[in-house]
């Protein structure tokens, strides 16, 4: 992790200006936040009593996958199964997901995400099946993957308290909502933390949440900020079972907590935008972060931001690289896995052809 200082090529004020900053998550070996949580997870699995070898089945439409693979890789005592669908996961996507081998087996689903998570579900939910295998999951509401979480907020928090007065405020990425709940977790706990600000793409569920206490299932809508392609947050669940009315919490309303959508075509420009406005290229997740924080100031908003890094720009070089007009900066963790060969087997949507191969690999 590292705080990058931001400073606003919009302001001509220099020094004194707001202050505002880039938490950059995404050095670890798959260039994304979720390497973290992935390899506390898997120290905190290997810790515990186990008979016999672990199973981890995992299906991913992306970071997760690839995240959780390099945790466990080569690890005694754990084997790993991620289910990948072939509509929708991008070819660098795909080559993170299948370059591990060892102990990780990739498969690649002749169908949609929704179709991969149901494998997981029902192979999950069948007890003969999960006992006979030794199942267990690595999904995003793993508790084993939020705690981890509130750390870096923590951290990041006090250092800018040694030299500020005011607590920062944090704008987060969402889309499942695990990392915008691991912040508000560590407010709770007492850590000096301003306002927390969720920033979405089009799939705005936590948006409406927020401003009208309705949850209402939605399709997930495709966008380029595609880790956060996410139609009913599963992490959402949580915060509405503490906090049934939003209202105390919501901003507009006496509260610290707000989200925001931002839209297609918003994720492109500030892509455009950012080596010119903050000095960095950014990957699209955090684009949405640094949208936000820009209008925040375009709007005079003089108090100290924390903006969260989610991803490397050089997992997404298709989306980004268009905009900037030139090549993603290059990250030596993608660098290295995109070198290793990769291969995935293809796997027909259909329970009976899981259950088989999970039954033969023990
Ligand atoms: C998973 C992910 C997110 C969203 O995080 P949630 O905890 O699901 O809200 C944002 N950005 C990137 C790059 C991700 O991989």
Redo the contacts with the bound molecule.
Sequence with gaps: MSLRPLADARRHGGPGGPEQGLLELFHGPTA???DYAARFLARALAALPAEGERHVLVATS???GSAVAAAFHRRPGFRVTLLYPAEGVSPRQAHLLGCFGDNVRAFEVRGSFDDAQRLVKEALGDPDLRAHAGLTSAN?ISLGRLLPQMAWFALAALRHRAGAETPPGFII????????LACLWAREMGLPIGDVLLATNRNRALVDWIRTGRAEPRATLRTPAN??D?GI?SNLERLRARHPDPAPLRLATGGFLDARAVDDEAIRETLAEAPRRWGVVV?P?TACALHLLGELRDAGDPRPWIALA??HPAKFPEVVEPRIGERVPSSPGVDALLERPASAEPLEPDPGALTHILRRSR
Excluded at 173 to 180: A, D, E, I, K, T
């Design positions: 994304a936040f979720k992306g970071d997760t995003s990425p969402s889309g499942n909502f695990g990392h915008g880790a956060m996410v947050p990957c997740h989610t991803a």
